[in-house]
């Protein structure tokens, strides 16, 4: 079964600073999705950002943006210009081709510091 | 659209009783997924659905556990009886062809 990691469990950032937060997985599929998804206090669980396995380009969402290294099975995101409102938890999420369901990491909780 | 509506948002329930959380996927959504967020095991899948049919059941923890998807508007998960390690936020989430989730905004259940 495809697992994912999440190896920070916390973090932290400075206002307008830049963080990255990693996740890893195992699979032994080529044609897959990566995703990332931002949960706020609110519990409401957010799409951050989407990359195609298929795609050799990083995705980029405004101040976010990915480093997808399909060999490493490597998948970190870049907060550039971090603000408060950037505090929650934060979840790699993996899906495989076909029909099969999102697998989640254990999350990282980011805090950004005033 | 109003987007996935999950009912109630927090449950407060004695250990024992029946506790049924329920579901409304969006419009036109074919695939409805049932996840469980803890501390200790983050979002785990229970079960999912496709066009109704209950596909994978695999991640629900026990018999105690059971959901339903009487049709493409609804969908509820029980439990019975339920446990103080039941206490979680339960998500439900809906897709149209596996891809782009929506996530309802959860139910807290805690188990006294």
């Known amino acids: 079964a495809q697992t994912v990691t999440q190896s920070q469990p916390e973090m932290s950032v400075q206002e307008a600073e830049t963080v990255t937060l990693s996740c890893t997985y195992d699979?032994?599929?080529?044609?897959?999705?990566l995703f990332w998804y931002k949960q706020p206090p609110s519990r409401q669980m957010i799409l951050v950002i989407r990359?195609?396995?298929?795609?050799?380009q990083n995705a980029t969402e405004n101040r976010f943006s990915v480093n997808f290294q399909k060999a490493a099975k490597s998948f970190s995101l870049k907060i550039s210009d971090s603000q408060l409102g950037d505090a929650a938890m934060y979840f790699c999420?993996?899906?495989?081709?076909?029909?099969?369901?999102?697998?989640f990491g254990k999350g990282t909780r980011l805090s950004v510091i005033a | 659209d109003a987007g996935v509506i999950q009912s109630p948002r927090h449950e407060v329930t004695e250990m024992g009783q029946e506790v049924t959380l329920r579901c409304k996927p969006i419009?036109?959504?074919?695939?409805l997924f049932w996840y469980r967020q803890t501390m200790m095991r983050g979002l785990e899948l229970l079960i999912y659905?496709?066009?109704?049919?209950?596909i994978d059941d695999s991640g629900m923890p026990e018999d105690r556990f059971s959901a339903k998807m009487p049709n493409a508007s609804f969908s509820t998960l029980k439990i019975q009886p339920s446990e103080p390690r039941d206490s979680a936020v339960y998500f439900c989430?809906?897709?149209?062809w596996g891809l782009g989730y929506t996530f309802g905004s959860g139910t807290r259940l805690t188990v006294v």
């Open positions: 989430a809906s897709s149209f």
């Open positions: 699979t032994s599929e080529s044609d897959y999705y």
């Open positions: 990359q195609e396995a298929y795609k050799q």
């Open positions: 999420a993996y899906k495989g081709s076909g029909n099969t369901p999102l697998v």
């Open positions: 419009s036109g959504h074919d695939y």
């Open positions: 659905f496709n066009n109704n049919v209950p």
